[in-house]
């Protein structure tokens, strides 16, 4: 994330992930200046996509150019990302053991959701979880986009609960559960 970058944006797009994926033994990390550097693969080319779709009017995934390491530091810097789980994981989550996690840092993923004062959260593959510990309410129904939605209330953020970004899925089905639900509600 470019604090210059997110800030400026109409639409302040925050996306909720499990945990990062690290390699057991391997030193600590800033995820800000990893998504910086925009140089890793399919998760970080799902959430560019989603972003580059929702910040440009909502485009036909034909129209969508190939996320290249240019591409992704060029969409990537406009977001945040927050983990559930703060101490990394593997490339698959022990479900149990994040919910723990999240559950007891509650609190915590509340403020750091109130400092980034989102318009847009995307959970991405936390959908179920992010909603009942972070926003005090259930995903409420699914859009024809296959997104799950946690209807906004009160000024509350758009919040939409997705497949993960590096789902063993189409890349246009993917794209499409954000950037359609995001065109079905209306966003403007």
Not at 90 to 118: C, F, Y
Not at 155 to 180: I, Q
């Amino acid at each position: 994330m470019d604090n210059g970058s997110y800030w400026q944006e109409r639409r302040r797009i925050v996306y909720v992930l499990k945990e990062v994926n690290v390699t057991e033994g391997e030193g600590a990390w800033d995820l800000a200046s990893f998504l910086l550097e925009a140089k890793r693969g399919p998760t970080w080319n799902m959430i560019t996509y989603w972003t580059f779709g929702l910040l440009t009017g909502f485009p036909k995934w034909a129209d969508v150019p190939q996320a290249d390491e240019e591409f992704r530091r060029r969409w990537l810097r406009r977001i945040a990302v927050v983990n559930l789980n703060k101490s990394g994981g593997g490339a698959s989550s022990n479900q149990r053991a994040l919910r723990e996690i999240a559950a007891r840092d509650a609190d915590l993923l509340r403020e750091q959701l109130l400092l980034l004062d989102p318009t847009v959260v995307i959970c991405g593959g936390t959908g179920e979880l992010a909603a009942q510990l972070l926003f005090d309410r259930p995903m409420t129904r699914r859009l024809e986009s296959g997104a799950l939605l946690v209807n906004p209330k009160d000024g509350r953020p758009l919040v939409l609960g997705v497949a993960h970004p590096h789902a063993r899925r189409r890349g246009e089905k993917m794209y499409a559960s954000v950037v359609d639900a995001a065109r079905e509600l209306g966003l403007t």
